[in-house]
């Protein structure tokens, strides 16, 4: 486990030339007031080849100007398979 300011990410993906896709399927969601969380399963692809699998859960919180992500969490599964139900992209 490791933790970094989403400034890292953001830096990362504006010097990055590779084209990243992450698809995400069927979430569930649990809503209580202004605290939400959301789980779902995603795949990566990195420069058009299937990189990973994984899940991401999003912490939320509402607040004045709308929806926030207060934390983000994902677990990374390698594979050359996506488990994406509409199959590789196209």
């Given at each position: 486990?490791?933790?970094?300011?989403?400034?890292?990410d953001?830096?990362?993906?504006?010097?990055?030339?590779?084209?990243?896709?992450?698809?995400?399927?069927?979430?569930?969601?649990?809503?209580?007031?202004?605290?939400?969380?959301?789980?779902?399963?995603?795949?990566?692809?990195?420069?058009?080849?299937?990189?990973?699998?994984?899940?991401?859960?999003?912490?939320?919180?509402?607040?004045?100007?709308?929806?926030?992500?207060a934390?983000?969490?994902?677990?990374?599964?390698?594979?050359?398979r996506?488990?994406?139900?509409?199959?590789?992209?196209?």
């Amino acid at each position: 486990m490791r933790s970094r300011p989403i400034e890292t990410d953001i830096a990362r993906l504006a010097e990055s030339k590779d084209l990243w896709l992450e698809r995400m399927w069927t979430p569930t969601v649990h809503l209580d007031g202004r605290l939400a969380v959301v789980w779902t399963r995603y795949d990566f692809h990195l420069n058009g080849k299937m990189s990973h699998n994984g899940s991401d859960c999003f912490t939320l919180l509402k607040t004045d100007q709308g929806w926030k992500i207060a934390s983000a969490a994902y677990s990374i599964e390698p594979g050359s398979r996506t488990e994406n139900p509409a199959g590789p992209p196209h």
